[in-house]
Protein backbone atom coordinates (compact mmCIF):
# COMPACT_ATOMS: atom_id res chain seq x y z
CA UNK A 1 0.00 0.00 0.00
CA UNK A 2 3.24 2.75 0.39
CA UNK A 3 3.14 4.92 -1.86
CA UNK A 4 6.26 4.93 -4.01
CA UNK A 5 8.24 8.18 -5.82
CA UNK A 6 7.86 11.61 -5.25
CA UNK A 7 3.88 11.37 -5.18
CA UNK A 8 4.62 9.54 -1.35
CA UNK A 9 5.31 12.43 0.27
CA UNK A 10 2.59 14.64 -1.24
CA UNK A 11 -0.01 11.94 -0.27
CA UNK A 12 0.78 11.49 3.13
CA UNK A 13 0.67 15.46 3.44
CA UNK A 14 -2.83 15.14 2.06
CA UNK A 15 -4.07 12.53 4.28
CA UNK A 16 -2.01 14.62 6.95
CA UNK A 17 -4.59 17.64 6.66
CA UNK A 18 -7.69 16.20 5.45
CA UNK A 19 -6.96 14.19 8.81
CA UNK A 20 -6.87 17.30 10.50
CA UNK A 21 -9.90 18.48 9.58
CA UNK A 22 -12.09 15.37 9.51
CA UNK A 23 -10.52 13.28 11.95
CA UNK A 24 -13.93 13.31 14.29
CA UNK A 25 -16.03 12.61 11.70
CA UNK A 26 -14.24 9.09 11.18
CA UNK A 27 -14.43 5.82 13.38
CA UNK A 28 -12.55 5.40 15.92
CA UNK A 29 -10.89 2.32 14.20
CA UNK A 30 -10.76 4.50 10.92
CA UNK A 31 -8.47 7.10 13.30
CA UNK A 32 -5.93 4.53 15.54
CA UNK A 33 -4.74 2.93 12.12
CA UNK A 34 -4.83 6.56 10.07
CA UNK A 35 -2.64 7.57 12.62
CA UNK A 36 -0.45 4.50 12.99
CA UNK A 37 0.33 4.57 8.93
CA UNK A 38 0.28 8.26 8.27
CA UNK A 39 1.37 9.70 11.32
CA UNK A 40 3.73 7.19 13.01
CA UNK A 41 4.74 5.47 9.91
CA UNK A 42 3.57 2.21 10.80
CA UNK A 43 3.51 -0.44 7.83
CA UNK A 44 0.60 -2.43 7.59
CA UNK A 45 2.20 -5.68 8.77
CA UNK A 46 3.26 -3.61 12.15
CA UNK A 47 -0.11 -2.63 12.27
CA UNK A 48 -1.65 -5.67 12.28
CA UNK A 49 0.54 -7.34 14.75
CA UNK A 50 -0.52 -4.73 17.27
CA UNK A 51 -3.91 -5.09 17.03
CA UNK A 52 -4.18 -9.17 15.70
CA UNK A 53 -6.06 -8.16 12.58
CA UNK A 54 -5.04 -9.44 8.87
CA UNK A 55 -2.84 -6.37 6.61
CA UNK A 56 -5.81 -6.96 4.79
CA UNK A 57 -7.96 -5.75 7.15
CA UNK A 58 -5.62 -2.81 8.14
CA UNK A 59 -5.34 -1.84 4.47
CA UNK A 60 -9.09 -1.98 3.98
CA UNK A 61 -9.61 -0.06 6.84
CA UNK A 62 -6.75 2.87 5.96
CA UNK A 63 -8.17 2.67 2.10
CA UNK A 64 -11.94 3.33 3.03
CA UNK A 65 -10.78 5.78 5.74
CA UNK A 66 -9.13 7.62 3.01
CA UNK A 67 -12.06 7.66 0.63
CA UNK A 68 -14.66 8.77 3.39
CA UNK A 69 -11.53 12.10 4.04
CA UNK A 70 -11.55 12.53 0.12
CA UNK A 71 -15.60 12.30 0.73
CA UNK A 72 -15.84 14.86 3.13
CA UNK A 73 -12.80 17.30 1.67
CA UNK A 74 -15.13 17.08 -1.71
CA UNK A 75 -18.58 18.27 0.08
CA UNK A 76 -17.11 20.76 2.51
CA UNK A 77 -13.85 21.59 0.95
CA UNK A 78 -12.46 23.02 4.33
CA UNK A 79 -8.89 21.78 3.25
CA UNK A 80 -9.23 23.52 -0.25
CA UNK A 81 -10.69 27.01 1.13
CA UNK A 82 -7.32 26.73 4.25
CA UNK A 83 -5.38 26.70 1.08
CA UNK A 84 -6.78 29.72 -0.36
CA UNK A 85 -6.93 31.58 2.79
CA UNK A 86 -2.95 30.79 3.10
CA UNK A 87 -2.62 31.47 -0.40
CA UNK A 88 -4.03 35.09 0.14
CA UNK A 89 -2.45 35.32 3.81
CA UNK A 90 0.63 35.65 1.76
CA UNK A 91 0.07 37.49 -0.86
CA UNK A 92 -1.25 40.41 2.14
CA UNK A 93 1.83 39.94 3.85
CA UNK A 94 3.81 40.34 0.96
CA UNK A 95 2.31 43.66 -0.40
CA UNK A 96 2.71 44.86 3.99
CA UNK A 97 6.33 43.95 3.35
CA UNK A 98 6.26 46.72 0.17
CA UNK A 99 3.77 49.29 1.96
CA UNK A 100 4.81 52.29 4.19
CA UNK A 101 5.37 52.03 7.77
CA UNK A 102 2.19 52.86 9.20
CA UNK A 103 0.04 51.05 6.49
CA UNK A 104 2.41 47.94 6.59
CA UNK A 105 1.95 48.15 10.40
CA UNK A 106 -2.02 47.83 9.80
CA UNK A 107 -1.83 45.23 7.17
CA UNK A 108 0.36 43.46 9.54
CA UNK A 109 -1.82 43.76 12.16
CA UNK A 110 -4.73 42.44 9.95
CA UNK A 111 -2.79 39.35 8.55
CA UNK A 112 -2.09 38.89 12.20
CA UNK A 113 -5.44 38.54 13.24
CA UNK A 114 -6.39 36.47 10.32
CA UNK A 115 -3.66 33.88 11.14
CA UNK A 116 -4.74 34.01 14.63
CA UNK A 117 -8.71 33.13 13.58
CA UNK A 118 -6.85 30.44 11.01
CA UNK A 119 -4.71 28.72 14.03
CA UNK A 120 -7.72 28.55 16.25
CA UNK A 121 -7.91 31.76 18.47
CA UNK A 122 -10.86 34.11 17.65
CA UNK A 123 -9.67 37.22 17.07
CA UNK A 124 -13.17 38.63 16.83
CA UNK A 125 -12.02 42.38 17.45
CA UNK A 126 -11.13 43.99 14.01
CA UNK A 127 -9.64 47.22 16.03
CA UNK A 128 -6.08 47.67 16.12
Known amino acids: ?3 Q ?3 ALAKTTRINMLFDFYEPLLTEKQQTFLKYYFHDDYSLGEIAS ?3 VSRQ ?3 EHIKRAET ?3 GYESK ?3 LAKHNARQ ?3 SKLEAFAAEADVMFNQRLTAISAGLRAIESGGMETNGNE
Open 68 to 70: VLE
Open 50 to 52: EFE
Open 76 to 78: LKL
Open 5 to 7: GPD
Open 57 to 59: AVY
Open 1 to 3: MAV
Open 87 to 89: QWL
